[in-house]
């Protein structure tokens, strides 16, 4: 089965830390995304990428950037971490093929972001 | 922008009991998916239906599709206490997936 493995569970950090949030995949998937949950608002997508060097804007990607050197890491990137970033960060992959129909999001164990 | 939107927020029910859940949406999809979360983990898929179906089974799951009224149900039959959870639908839509906020189910032992 496929394993999307997040680099840490909790992770605290402080205001205007730089911090890297690490997402590695091992089935080869092109696409892969970053989202973060709060509570009452669901998950919300904040980049993604559909291959190696490629990203695309979420709907909330400000204060956030993200890399994609190697098809199987995806790094979220807080240049300078803020209390209003605190919030559980989850990552998923997917392979694309030609029919949409039977595909489905594969996600990582989320990381619970703390910024003090 | 969100495109799911469940109900209810919250729901609290027996263990042997049915849990009914509803996803709204807003656009033309490829299909629609549910996901279960348990408290603090990831996302875990559950169930898809494609836009040209409309109803499926998996097990304990049956999801329900109407397109012209965009909305989904999620019916979880004999529930047990390992099913308390949070469950969201899911449309994808282009490149991306939509979430919902979510329901959040109790089974009570």
């Known amino acids: 089965d496929v394993k999307v493995t997040q680099s840490s569970r909790y992770l605290v950090k402080r205001t205007g830390e730089k911090v890297f949030l690490e997402c590695v995949q091992d089935?080869?998937?092109?696409?892969m995304f970053w989202y973060r949950q709060d509570p009452g608002l669901g998950l919300r997508l904040i980049y993604f990428?559909?291959?190696?060097?490629?990203?695309e804007k979420g709907d909330i990607p400000e204060g956030y950037s993200v890399s994609r050197e190697k098809k199987e890491r995806f790094s979220l990137i807080l240049e300078s971490a803020s209390t209003n970033q605190t919030s559980m960060y989850l990552c998923?992959?997917?392979?694309?093929?030609?029919?949409?129909?039977?595909?489905?999001?594969?996600f990582g164990s989320g990381t619970q972001l703390s910024v003090l | 922008s969100q495109q799911g939107e469940e109900d209810p927020q919250a729901l609290s029910i027996q263990e042997g009991e049915n849990a009914t859940m509803n996803c709204s949406y807003k656009?033309?999809?490829?299909?629609l998916q549910w996901y279960r979360q348990n408290s603090g983990r990831g996302l875990v898929h559950l169930i898809l239906?494609?836009?040209?179906?409309r109803e499926k089974h998996s097990g304990r799951l049956r999801v329900t599709l109407d397109t012209s009224k965009k909305s989904s149900s999620l019916l979880i039959t004999a529930s047990r206490a390992a099913d308390t959870a949070s469950y969201f639908c899911?449309?994808?839509?282009?490149?991306?997936?939509?979430f919902g906020t979510g329901t959040s189910l109790t089974v009570i032992p």
């Open positions: 998923a992959s997917i392979h694309r093929g030609f029919s949409r129909a039977n595909e489905k999001l594969f």
């Open positions: 089935m080869d998937h092109e696409n």
């Open positions: 990428s559909y291959d190696v060097k490629m990203k």
């Open positions: 656009t033309s999809i490829n299909n």
């Open positions: 239906i494609r836009s040209n179906e």
């Open positions: 899911a449309t994808d839509e282009g490149n991306q997936f939509y």
